[in-house]
């Protein structure tokens, strides 16, 4: 067991091995880029940077002594080009007429306005008062040629001072030139009998004018002196702060060198043991299977943003760790290195991860679909919904960006680092303190709904302000409120069954139970013909009562599916009205109830199924004949308006009407709770059933006696 676990350790020490010596082999190789001056030149004077030095030494030389030479003897007619006198007249002239504009288009829109009211007066007064600005703006924006001459030679005289400030700055680099048409000398060499000398004893580095043999450092700033027609030296002092730029050179090349070495063996030594690692199945390793599957819980978008910015920074980090010890090993190098390792690690995880995950097209889409992009995606298109919660993120987001910059702005202006560190403290404290709030929030409302779980539905939940939070509490009370209305609707809904079952079971075995009895007696054979033709007559009304029964359940079944089709077409719904009337005739005479009918004479249209809308009236027509009290009048009016067309029927009920409104309309429901007439119960829910499929409305209202019923049909 030890042995096997010292070969475990072993191979994850060649495996953290392997990642260092890569790392080492990037670091070199990223900053072979770097070192590559230092590897193609000599010395520190044949390089980029001294020749950059060089440049701007000829550069501040010639601007001083050609570009500016004899300044100080110049007029002011001298020191002025005639272009930047005609440019700069005609920015003053352009700059009056645009103001002298603005103020004539200003004054000219109000005048016009007191002309066209009439008002001389104030005509007058605007006149005077814009010849008086437009004078004033004149003597105030007008410049002469003497004063565009001075602002002129002012430029110059700032250009040539700050030109002669650069040029006897000149400190790095010691010139000793002669002009061989004038024989004149510069140099800001001073008390040096001879140059020769001087450039023996205390120079590091020099070259003379004309030059024979430039190097590619010296060779521009050489070609451009020389013609100029100047000869003598060029000389880099032991006091210059260049010579320490050439010692840091030497050192620089010495580690290029090294680096330039190392990098292939450290590349290949790392390649190596990585491969022997793989072989030896380091994947594996209890720590690399921690390390995979805390890679595996990042988000696979995030991964790819992680991964696409590591590659772009990647070049910056290995260049880093070359800055922070190869010069010279420290503490911190060691610290870096670790980090650095850490960094090649996770590409070593993440990018054959990405790799193998795009090729495989359905596991990329279920990464995707796992993605923090897309939960945001997803939470976004949510909140979308709940307009008042975008707005508190949106307002939360922008202030704590505005909170952030402002601060930093702060900060910076002040130099006060300490400021924003507060800052930031106080914004953790506020936002940890709102954190608290919505928590306990949230505990009241989790402690809410358990006290429903359990059963308690009395239970409220306070709330408290005008959030999501005081929004949900709400919510779940009213739930709990339709918890309750639930609760004893499926109680009066078990109720119903129970009555409905009881009332069909009665009202088919009351016929069935005759048809029986009929059935028996005449079975006996001393029975004469005029009572077997009387039991027959009993037999054929059972039968029919039993009939009209099954049709009507089959009738109210479907029409509570919604499974009947309906014929749709112009109906004039005063004479359908009419013809159930009249239909009915005989047994409305029979009745013993006074009818008074209100149906206008002219026609009125809707599109309905003709044969059910009559059926709907036959029922209610019947229902009246069956349950009104002998005697009474009974009312029938239809009216219209301009969208739908209205029927009302009411009569006085011979039986008390114990009965809730609600449930009348339930299948076998009967305000005749004695059952003693021959109705279905079924009626009243057929014709609203009939009614609700034509999109129409069918209401039933009581008062004492009286039963009204209010048809609604759509035109």
């Keep these: 067991m030890d042995i096997k676990l010292k070969n475990k350790n072993l191979k994850l020490s060649i495996f953290i091995l392997s990642l260092v010596f890569i790392t ?19 010395s520190f004077f044949e390089g980029r940077q001294f020749e950059m030095e060089l440049n701007q030494f000829y550069s501040n030389f010639k601007a001083y002594n050609v570009d500016y030479k004899d300044y100080g003897k110049k007029s002011i007619d001298d020191k002025i080009n005639t272009d930047e006198f005609n440019n700069l007249k005609n920015q003053y002239d352009n700059q009056l007429e645009n103001k002298l504009q603005d103020t004539e288009n200003q004054y000219n829109s109000q005048i016009e306005n007191a002309e066209s009211n009439g008002n001389k007066d104030k005509v007058t007064r605007l006149t005077e008062e814009k010849n008086k600005k437009l004078e004033e703006i004149k003597k105030q924006n007008t410049k002469s040629a003497d004063d565009i001459k001075k602002e002129l030679a002012k430029r110059s005289d700032d250009n040539y001072n700050s030109v002669k400030k650069q040029y006897e700055s000149i400190a790095d680099i010691i010139y000793y030139l002669k002009d061989n048409k004038s024989g004149d000398i510069y140099s800001n060499l001073n008390n040096v009998d001879d140059i020769q000398k001087y450039i023996k004893s205390s120079s590091v580095y020099s070259f003379s004018l004309p030059n024979n043999s430039p190097t590619s450092s010296t060779r521009y700033v050489s070609n451009q002196l020389s013609g100029l ?6 000389i880099v002092p032991k006091t210059s702060p260049l010579v320490s730029n050439s010692k840091e050179f ?14 292939p063996i450290f590349l290949v030594s790392g390649v190596l043991m990585l491969r022997y690692s793989r072989k030896e199945e380091i994947d594996k390793h209890s720590l690399i299977i921690t390390s995979n599957k805390l890679y595996g819980k990042i988000p696979f978008d995030l991964k790819l943003i992680i991964l696409f910015f590591a590659l772009i920074i990647s070049p910056e980090i290995y260049r880093n760790l070359y800055y922070y010890g190869m010069n010279i090993i420290t503490s911190d190098f060691f610290i870096n290195l670790i980090l650095t390792t850490l960094f090649t690690f996770y590409l070593y995880i993440s990018i054959p991860d990405i790799i193998n995950c795009l090729k495989n097209r359905e596991n990329l889409l279920v990464e995707i679909k796992s993605g923090l992009l897309y939960k945001l995606k997803e939470i976004f298109i949510r909140s979308l919904k709940d307009k008042n919660l975008l707005f508190i993120t949106i307002v939360f987001m922008i202030g704590s960006v505005l909170f952030g910059v402002i601060t930093a702005a702060i900060s910076l202006t002040y130099n006060g680092p300490e400021l924003f560190i507060i800052a930031m403290i106080l914004y953790a404290l506020f936002v940890i303190i709102l954190l608290f709030r919505n928590i306990a929030k949230l505990d009241k409302i989790i402690k809410g709904t358990d006290e429903i779980v359990k059963g308690n539905l009395s239970y409220v939940i306070k709330e408290k302000g005008k959030g999501n939070f005081s929004r949900l509490a709400h919510n779940i009370n009213n739930m709990k409120t339709g918890i309750s209305m639930a609760v004893e609707s499926q109680m009066k809904s078990d109720r119903l069954k129970s009555e409905l079952i009881t009332n069909v079971s009665h009202d088919l075995k009351t016929p069935l139970t005759s048809i029986i009895n009929y ?29 009209v029964l099954i049709e009507d359940l089959f009738e109210a079944s479907k029409m509570a599916s919604g499974a009947v089709e309906l014929n749709i077409e112009k109906v004039d719904v005063a004479q359908l009205l009419n013809q159930s009337l009249a239909e009915l ?27 059910k809308t009559w059926r709907v009236f036959e029922n209610l ?6 349950y009104s009290q002998t005697g009474t009048r009974v009312y029938i009016d239809l009216s219209e308006t301009d969208d739908k067309i209205i029927i009302t029927m009411r009569n006085i009920s011979a039986y008390e009407m114990e009965f809730d409104v609600d449930e009348i309309f339930e299948r076998f429901k009967r305000g005749d709770t004695s059952r003693a007439t021959e109705g279905s119960g079924l009626g009243l829910a057929i014709a609203k059933s009939i009614v609700d499929l034509q999109g129409g409305r069918l209401n039933i209202d009581t008062d004492g006696d009286l039963f009204k019923v209010t048809i609604e049909l759509k035109k």
């Excluded at 037999?539 to 029919?544: I, W, Y």
Aim: proline share 1%; charged share 30%.
């Design 585 to 611: 005739d005989e047994k409305i005479k029979a009745s013993g109830l006074a009818f008074r009918v209100n149906i206008p004479h002219h026609k009125v249209y809707a599109n309905l199924d003709g044969k």
């Design 519 to 547: 059935v028996d007696l005449l079975k006996k054979e001393d029975l004469s013909k005029d009572e077997m033709n009387s039991y027959i007559k009993v037999l054929d009304r059972k039968a029919q009562r039993l009939k």
């Design 250 to 263: 030497y050192v620089n090349k010495v580690l290029a060198i090294i680096q330039l070495i190392i990098f």
């Design 621 to 626: 027509i019947g229902n009246i004949l069956k």
């Design 229 to 234: 027609g100047l000869e003598g030296y060029i």
């Design 24 to 42: 080492l082999a990037l670091c070199s190789m990223f900053n072979l880029r770097v070192n590559k001056e230092y590897l193609n030149f000599k």
